[in-house]
């Protein structure tokens, strides 16, 4: 099932490569994908007691090395394979009908395919190799779909994420082989549960250099998450980046270091993440202050959106920091509602920028007259992302807070990770301030004259943005339902015995 | 024994083959010479299978000179599938290269660009036996003096020539370097093979141990020449530029791989003794630093496809050197074969590729690959292919190459190099996706569909397969060293 999973994708873009019609067969593809992904998720066995990982299947591939083809899900991995189902569907969907573009059409879509197979791969991986080898996968694409097909600054942005991910994808490659080479050798593998029971038995060696290859991992995924002062790279690419490109980088595939960090970093070395956790909370607070204020600074919408998905990480790493059972669930659901939700806004702002051939500001104004479709659904989706109650995003931020507050100390004086709480609060407010901001200066006031008669939003990719918003409106009034998902995954990380 | 069986055999059919090209060179001269090449491809690809069924022996020959274990058996394995390949670009590279020789008839001076390949097959497989600093010597010999004809060719090519003669001053000087450097340690350990130096070397007086390291650098200046290691890289950029392509890839990867595995051997001896062993591993840190930070960093600017390659070899070297400098008993040798057998795959086709395109719009800068996504969509695909493995992403054969080589690293905590190479690494997918871009991103004026042969499709279709396969599933590589 999770081959099919990943197969599907890959087919696809050969297909369309060998000249099959692409949208159909991307449509196909991704809806295919969206189907098993249901499926996994519904079948997934919740009952305490049951085993962690299921549909586990594993291809021994090269033995000296304990290398294997080894696939498996759990609740988190479930959690962002949906996710990557989701945001894949409703990208292919407002993605441009192939007679739109100028150049090599199939290889638009052949792209997009190759992004959703190197995620979902990532997120179904059990061995540390494909782990790691799929998310590269999406590195390519990505640079072509900027360079060839993106707006502005294509060649800058293109160059720049393309180089500080390749960079980012080395330094963790150079951690992830630290760590296992300071396993015994007789037990190296790169399993990653099998490396996740010797962590259990206490089987990982604590040795001086432990910290430090935490940190190398912990910056490595830094450079894929856009942490703090290493984000510089996000902004410009998801500005340039075709609308479909930014959904799903922004989206689903930032979130894989994220998801790292669950899965590898904090489970095999919890001591040496209490170790960086000063430091880490460090950096957050310049993801939520400093890039919150610089994303006020925008006068362009897509940068806008590019810097608010930057400071939206910090949230998400507080709620790692806070490394407890609140503050994970709630960075693992954020993980998801901040996907859906930026995907949303990405989608929308590509539609205005394909209608005006702008995105700024001082040019815009007054467009929800002109299309109230658009404007009423970019604003359910800027709420969304401001973390209102009732969408998914809140649902999310509550637990983190609550989670990072809950960090007291002795007697009266404030712990960091309480002082980093209070800073990640105003981070709200600064939310608040711009996405607000943005909204009234592109969709409310006075309407220009160009603008009177743009067409709304096509009834036909209507449904696309619907569907993450209504997704999103699930998470915010049932979160319990992907709650349970994600529990026993949060349980099986911190029980690893820290000391 | 079975005669097949013998691992000299190999060896000895290449010769023949040489030598039975010649003498149809010479006697059957109303043909088309592109059959000459026909006879070499289908000999060396005999041989190539035949090699799979010979028995690997430690040693051969009087006084243990000639080794023929698994390692020098995959060497000769790559030698003869890079003269393989080389051969079939030389038959596409034809019509290129009689623009540039002045003749009489169409076939005049043909026939030696597909005999001498074949002697320089040779060279490289002996270079892989060699266990003699003498008959490392005679070998090397074998292959530089084959290279100094190929490289200058095109004889009407001021380019070409220039690059013959920059190699010809170059060469012999490394070769005196080298003499030299066997001469001190032939005084101090009154032998030249190296088990016994091996052997003589465990009970070393310290008075000579200043006399054996001197010996030791000077043979490292002569080998480094030929692996293109910093700082002897001067010669490769001009001479990989003005060379006949298909005899640039020979260079780049059959004369760097040989190098590599006498580097190897001789390395064994030295890194095996204490006296020697630290000072020679702090040697080859320099050497691999530099020659990572001067590869990468000189590649990012160049505009010319083949310099590019060129600084991508050396910068190859450098990650090479890297595994020598963390030095292991049981990995070392596994992670330079594999390093190599993928370095080999994807300079290969990178540069086959370049002869098609060349052919079609006359030159070999970057800016000539420009809409090639357009123009030839599956040679685009391949090229994609063998830059981005080149670069080292996963699931092709580069990336698992340098998966061992930091691998190492890391366990032998070269830190500097491990550093280092991270930065470079990065540097790497500049320099590599930039004729990505110019594939792709860039418009050409004329967009014509360019032509390949069924042959050329075909080897492009292989070589994409192989990388792949590779890069995913690395158990039959790892099966040739058991």
Same mark, same amino acid.
């Given at each position: 099932?999770?081959?099919?999973?990943?197969?599907?994708?890959?087919?696809?873009?050969?297909?369309?490569?060998?000249?099959?019609?692409?949208?159909?067969?991307?449509?196909?593809?991704?809806?295919?994908?969206?189907?098993?992904?249901?499926?996994?998720?519904?079948?997934?066995?919740?009952?305490?007691?049951?085993?962690?990982?299921?549909?586990?299947?594993?291809?021994?591939?090269?033995?000296?090395?304990?290398?294997?083809?080894?696939?498996?899900?759990?609740?988190?991995?479930?959690?962002?394979?949906?996710?990557?189902?989701?945001?894949?569907?409703?990208?292919?969907?407002?993605?441009?009908?192939?007679?739109?573009?100028?150049?090599?059409?199939?290889?638009?879509?052949?792209?997009?395919?190759?992004?959703?197979?190197?995620?979902?791969?990532?997120?179904?991986?059990?061995?540390?190799?494909?782990?790691?080898?799929?998310?590269?996968?999406?590195?390519?694409?990505?640079?072509?779909?900027?360079?060839?097909?993106?707006?502005?600054?294509?060649?800058?942005?293109?160059?720049?994420?393309?180089?500080?991910?390749?960079?980012?994808?080395?330094?963790?490659?150079?951690?992830?082989?630290?760590?296992?080479?300071?396993?015994?050798?007789?037990?190296?593998?790169?399993?990653?549960?099998?490396?996740?029971?010797?962590?259990?038995?206490?089987?990982?060696?604590?040795?001086?250099?432990?910290?430090?290859?935490?940190?190398?991992?912990?910056?490595?995924?830094?450079?894929?998450?856009?942490?703090?002062?290493?984000?510089?790279?996000?902004?410009?690419?998801?500005?340039?980046?075709?609308?479909?490109?930014?959904?799903?980088?922004?989206?689903?595939?930032?979130?894989?270091?994220?998801?790292?960090?669950?899965?590898?970093?904090?489970?095999?070395?919890?001591?040496?993440?209490?170790?960086?956790?000063?430091?880490?909370?460090?950096?957050?607070?310049?993801?939520?202050?400093?890039?919150?204020?610089?994303?006020?600074?925008?006068?362009?919408?897509?940068?806008?959106?590019?810097?608010?998905?930057?400071?939206?990480?910090?949230?998400?790493?507080?709620?790692?920091?806070?490394?407890?059972?609140?503050?994970?669930?709630?960075?693992?659901?954020?993980?998801?509602?901040?996907?859906?939700?930026?995907?949303?806004?990405?989608?929308?702002?590509?539609?205005?920028?394909?209608?005006?051939?702008?995105?700024?500001?001082?040019?815009?104004?007054?467009?929800?007259?002109?299309?109230?479709?658009?404007?009423?659904?970019?604003?359910?989706?800027?709420?969304?992302?401001?973390?209102?109650?009732?969408?998914?995003?809140?649902?999310?931020?509550?637990?983190?807070?609550?989670?990072?507050?809950?960090?007291?100390?002795?007697?009266?004086?404030?712990?960091?990770?309480?002082?980093?709480?209070?800073?990640?609060?105003?981070?709200?407010?600064?939310?608040?301030?711009?996405?607000?901001?943005?909204?009234?200066?592109?969709?409310?006031?006075?309407?220009?004259?160009?603008?009177?008669?743009?067409?709304?939003?096509?009834?036909?990719?209507?449904?696309?943005?619907?569907?993450?918003?209504?997704?999103?409106?699930?998470?915010?009034?049932?979160?319990?339902?992907?709650?349970?998902?994600?529990?026993?995954?949060?349980?099986?990380?911190?029980?690893?015995?820290?000391? | 024994?079975?005669?097949?069986?013998?691992?000299?055999?190999?060896?000895?059919?290449?010769?023949?083959?040489?030598?039975?090209?010649?003498?149809?060179?010479?006697?059957?001269?109303?043909?088309?010479?592109?059959?000459?090449?026909?006879?070499?491809?289908?000999?060396?690809?005999?041989?190539?299978?035949?090699?799979?069924?010979?028995?690997?022996?430690?040693?051969?020959?009087?006084?243990?000179?000639?080794?023929?274990?698994?390692?020098?058996?995959?060497?000769?394995?790559?030698?003869?599938?890079?003269?393989?390949?080389?051969?079939?670009?030389?038959?596409?590279?034809?019509?290129?290269?009689?623009?540039?020789?002045?003749?009489?008839?169409?076939?005049?001076?043909?026939?030696?660009?597909?005999?001498?390949?074949?002697?320089?097959?040779?060279?490289?497989?002996?270079?892989?036996?060699?266990?003699?600093?003498?008959?490392?010597?005679?070998?090397?010999?074998?292959?530089?003096?084959?290279?100094?004809?190929?490289?200058?060719?095109?004889?009407?090519?001021?380019?070409?020539?220039?690059?013959?003669?920059?190699?010809?001053?170059?060469?012999?000087?490394?070769?005196?370097?080298?003499?030299?450097?066997?001469?001190?340690?032939?005084?101090?350990?009154?032998?030249?093979?190296?088990?016994?130096?091996?052997?003589?070397?465990?009970?070393?007086?310290?008075? /000579?141990?200043? #006399?054996?390291?001197?010996?030791? =650098? @000077? $043979? %490292?200046? +002569? !080998?480094? *020449?030929?692996?293109?290691?910093?700082?002897?890289?001067?010669?490769?950029?001009?001479?990989?530029?003005?060379?006949?392509?298909?005899?640039?890839?020979?260079?780049?990867?059959?004369?760097?791989?040989?190098?590599?595995?006498?580097?190897?051997?001789?390395?064994?001896?030295?890194? /095996?003794?204490? #006296?020697?062993?630290?000072?020679? =591993? @702090? $040697? %080859?840190? +320099? !050497?691999? *630093?530099?020659?990572?930070?001067?590869?990468?960093?000189?590649?990012?600017?160049?505009?010319?496809?083949?310099?590019?390659?060129?600084?991508?070899?050396?910068?190859?070297?450098?990650?090479?050197?890297?595994?020598?400098?963390?030095?292991?008993?049981?990995?070392?040798?596994?992670?330079?074969?594999?390093?190599?057998?993928?370095?080999?795959?994807?300079?290969?086709?990178?540069?086959?590729?370049?002869?098609?395109?060349?052919?079609?719009?006359?030159?070999?800068?970057?800016?000539?690959?420009?809409?090639?996504?357009?123009?030839?969509?599956?040679?685009?695909?391949?090229?994609?292919?063998?830059?981005?493995?080149?670069?080292?992403?996963?699931?092709?054969?580069?990336?698992?190459?340098?998966?061992?080589?930091?691998?190492?690293?890391?366990?032998?905590?070269?830190?500097?190099?491990?550093?280092?190479?991270?930065?470079?690494?990065?540097?790497?997918?500049?320099?590599?996706?930039?004729?990505?871009?110019?594939?792709?991103?860039?418009?050409?004026?004329?967009?014509?569909?360019?032509?390949?042969?069924?042959?050329?499709?075909?080897?492009?279709?292989?070589?994409?397969?192989?990388?792949?396969?590779?890069?995913?599933?690395?158990?039959?590589?790892?099966?040739?060293?058991?």
């Amino acid at each position: 099932m999770l081959h099919l999973l990943i197969a599907i994708p890959i087919l696809a873009a050969i297909a369309i490569l060998l000249g099959l019609c692409a949208r159909k067969t991307a449509l196909l593809a991704t809806a295919l994908n969206l189907a098993l992904t249901l499926v996994l998720v519904f079948q997934y066995d919740r009952q305490p007691g049951a085993e962690q990982y299921q549909h586990v299947s594993s291809f021994l591939l090269a033995p000296e090395w304990g290398l294997s083809f080894h696939l498996g899900v759990d609740g988190l991995s479930l959690l962002m394979l949906l996710l990557t189902a989701l945001v894949a569907f409703a990208a292919i969907w407002v993605a441009p009908q192939p007679e739109k573009l100028e150049r090599y059409p199939s290889l638009y879509y052949a792209c997009l395919m190759f992004i959703v197979a190197g995620a979902t791969g990532a997120f179904a991986s059990l061995d540390l190799f494909f782990f790691y080898a799929f998310h590269e996968l999406a590195l390519i694409p990505t640079f072509l779909l900027i360079g060839i097909w993106g707006s502005g600054d294509r060649l800058v942005a293109a160059w720049k994420i393309t180089i500080y991910l390749a960079l980012g994808s080395f330094v963790l490659l150079i951690g992830l082989l630290a760590l296992y080479l300071s396993l015994p050798e007789a037990a190296r593998t790169f399993d990653i549960v099998k490396l996740q029971e010797m962590a259990m038995s206490g089987g990982i060696p604590q040795t001086p250099q432990t910290p430090w290859i935490y940190l190398c991992i912990l910056l490595g995924f830094g450079i894929l998450i856009s942490l703090f002062p290493f984000h510089t790279w996000a902004p410009s690419a998801y500005a340039s980046a075709p609308a479909p490109a930014a959904m799903l980088h922004a989206g689903v595939l930032k979130k894989f270091g994220l998801y790292g960090l669950l899965r590898v970093a904090l489970p095999l070395m919890p001591q040496a993440a209490h170790h960086w956790t000063n430091l880490l909370l460090f950096l957050l607070a310049g993801n939520i202050l400093y890039v919150g204020l610089a994303t006020i600074a925008q006068k362009r919408l897509d940068t806008m959106l590019g810097y608010s998905s930057v400071m939206h990480m910090g949230y998400i790493f507080l709620g790692i920091a806070a490394f407890n059972p609140l503050g994970l669930t709630g960075a693992a659901l954020l993980m998801f509602a901040h996907g859906l939700s930026i995907a949303a806004l990405f989608a929308l702002a590509g539609a205005v920028r394909e209608r005006t051939g702008s995105l700024e500001f001082a040019k815009h104004g007054g467009l929800a007259k002109p299309m109230p479709f658009l404007g009423f659904t970019f604003g359910l989706a800027a709420f969304a992302s401001i973390g209102l109650p009732g969408f998914g995003n809140f649902a999310a931020e509550l637990p983190i807070f609550f989670g990072a507050f809950g960090h007291a100390g002795v007697g009266l004086a404030f712990t960091n990770t309480q002082i980093a709480t209070i800073v990640a609060l105003w981070g709200v407010v600064i939310s608040a301030v711009y996405m607000l901001r943005g909204y009234r200066a592109a969709f409310l006031g006075e309407t220009d004259k160009r603008w009177t008669s743009l067409p709304d939003l096509c009834s036909c990719t209507r449904p696309a943005i619907l569907l993450l918003l209504a997704v999103l409106l699930f998470a915010g009034f049932r979160p319990q339902y992907f709650v349970n998902l994600v529990t026993p995954t949060i349980k099986a990380v911190l029980a690893v015995p820290a000391k | 024994m079975n005669f097949l069986q013998n691992p000299l055999f190999l060896d000895l059919a290449v010769l023949a083959l040489g030598l039975l090209l010649l003498l149809l060179e010479a006697f059957d001269d109303e043909r088309e010479k592109s059959f000459l090449g026909w006879i070499a491809i289908g000999g060396i690809g005999l041989v190539f299978v035949l090699s799979f069924f010979v028995d690997p022996q430690i040693y051969l020959g009087v006084n243990q000179f000639f080794k023929s274990d698994s390692l020098a058996i995959f060497y000769k394995r790559l030698a003869l599938g890079t003269t393989l390949l080389v051969l079939i670009m030389a038959l596409e590279f034809r019509p290129i290269l009689s623009r540039y020789i002045p003749a009489a008839g169409k076939n005049a001076g043909l026939g030696e660009f597909f005999a001498l390949p074949v002697f320089t097959c040779l060279g490289l497989m002996w270079m892989a036996s060699a266990a003699d600093f003498v008959m490392i010597f005679v070998s090397l010999e074998l292959v530089t003096i084959s290279f100094y004809v190929l490289i200058s060719y095109m004889r009407r090519s001021a380019a070409s020539l220039e690059a013959g003669v920059k190699y010809l001053i170059l060469a012999a000087l490394s070769t005196g370097f080298f003499v030299y450097g066997i001469t001190w340690i032939f005084g101090v350990t009154h032998q030249t093979n190296l088990y016994y130096i091996g052997v003589s070397l465990k009970d070393l007086a310290p008075a /000579n141990e200043t #006399a054996l390291l001197f010996g030791m =650098a @000077l $043979v %490292l200046v +002569g !080998l480094g *020449f030929k692996i293109a290691s910093a700082p002897f890289q001067m010669w490769v950029p001009d001479v990989y530029q003005g060379a006949p392509t298909p005899i640039t890839a020979f260079l780049s990867v059959g004369s760097k791989a040989a190098g590599f595995v006498v580097l190897y051997r001789v390395l064994e001896v030295f890194l /095996n003794v204490p #006296a020697t062993a630290g000072k020679l =591993a @702090l $040697v %080859l840190t +320099g !050497l691999a *630093f530099l020659t990572l930070i001067i590869g990468n960093l000189a590649a990012m600017p160049q505009t010319n496809f083949k310099r590019l390659l060129a600084y991508s070899s050396i910068a190859h070297a450098g990650y090479l050197l890297v595994a020598l400098a963390s030095w292991k008993s049981g990995n070392t040798p596994i992670t330079l074969s594999y390093y190599l057998a993928g370095y080999f795959l994807m300079t290969i086709l990178a540069f086959l590729i370049t002869i098609v395109v060349n052919k079609a719009t006359g030159g070999d800068d970057i800016a000539h690959f420009n809409g090639l996504g357009q123009r030839a969509p599956f040679l685009a695909f391949g090229m994609t292919v063998a830059m981005l493995s080149l670069a080292g992403m996963p699931f092709t054969a580069g990336f698992l190459g340098k998966f061992l080589v930091f691998s190492d690293a890391v366990e032998s905590g070269q830190w500097l190099l491990v550093g280092t190479g991270v930065l470079t690494v990065a540097a790497g997918f500049y320099y590599y996706l930039k004729v990505v871009r110019a594939m792709y991103w860039n418009v050409a004026k004329n967009t014509a569909a360019i032509p390949a042969s069924a042959l050329t499709k075909a080897t492009v279709g292989v070589l994409v397969g192989l990388i792949l396969l590779v890069g995913v599933y690395p158990q039959p590589v790892l099966n040739m060293f058991r």
